[in-house]
């Protein structure tokens, strides 16, 4: 067949496919169902065989298509933003150690592509931050709610109650030192303590002749 004959046939061949996209893709769908398990072994097999010609392949089309992809990534997100927020948060923990060695590799041999990363997205990384910290803070808050200061019962506002120590080794101060640590490992130090009103906290450790816990 001349190549000229040969472009016609691809040419109506996707205008035929174009044209009757629905019965074409009722009938892929249908073959797909039937053998599923087939498909997988030929795609696995293929991508092991040809792994870097795949990857230069997909390398040079992200490099042709920043904005397409940038664009249809985020309209992706906007539409199954929590489908995404919680196949990220399964896949992190399935693979936790792995993508911290990972990162840290990453993070010690690209210094100074870090440092840019933070210049760049100062302002985003500082909101990030701030609220994660307040979802720590809150999650401290609620702890304290409904409680009382355990030497003279006072309870007006349980937000300034104090954290004092009783039980077991002091890890570390609830009140200044929670922004890195997991909820569970706040929660066990919280256990650990009584809650005190500022005034009884003070006087407990002055009486005992220190001025800080």
């Known amino acids: 067949m001349a190549y000229s004959d040969r472009e016609k046939k691809r040419a109506y061949e996707r205008e035929y496919r174009k044209k009757n996209r629905a019965k074409f893709?009722?009938?892929?769908?249908?073959?797909?169902?039937?053998?599923?398990?087939?498909?997988?072994i030929k795609q696995k097999a293929y991508a092991k065989k040809h792994r870097e010609r795949i990857k230069a392949y997909k390398k040079e089309y992200a490099e042709k298509n920043i904005e397409d992809i940038a664009k249809y990534k985020r309209e992706y997100y906007e539409k199954h933003k929590r489908l995404v927020?919680?196949?990220?948060?399964?896949?992190?923990?399935?693979?936790?150690?792995?993508?911290?060695?990972?990162t840290k590799e990453w993070r010690e041999k690209n210094p100074d592509k870090v440092?840019?990363?933070?210049?760049?997205?100062?302002?985003?990384?500082?909101k990030r931050k701030r609220r994660y910290y307040e979802r720590k803070a809150k999650f401290v808050l609620d702890y304290k709610k409904d409680k009382?200061?355990?030497?003279?019962?006072?309870?007006?506002?349980?937000?300034?109650?104090?954290?004092?120590?009783?039980?077991?080794?002091?890890?570390?101060?609830?009140?200044?030192?929670?922004?890195?640590?997991?909820?569970?490992?706040?929660?066990?130090?919280?256990?650990?303590?009584?809650?005190?009103?500022?005034?009884?906290?003070?006087?407990?450790?002055y009486s005992k002749g220190k001025m800080s816990e």
Not at 85 to 102: C, L
């Open 148 to 205: 009382c200061c355990a030497k003279c019962g006072w309870n007006k506002h349980t937000e300034i109650l104090q954290f004092h120590h009783t039980k077991g080794d002091k890890s570390f101060s609830v009140g200044t030192a929670i922004g890195n640590k997991k909820n569970e490992i706040i929660k066990a130090e919280m256990d650990k303590c009584i809650l005190l009103c500022p005034n009884c906290h003070f006087w407990l450790h």
């Open 115 to 126: 440092k840019a990363y933070i210049e760049r997205n100062k302002d985003k990384i500082k």
């Open 25 to 40: 893709l009722a009938k892929s769908k249908k073959y797909y169902e039937k053998n599923k398990e087939k498909i997988a």
């Open 85 to 102: 927020s919680e196949q990220g948060k399964r896949r992190y923990q399935k693979h936790k150690e792995k993508i911290k060695a990972k």
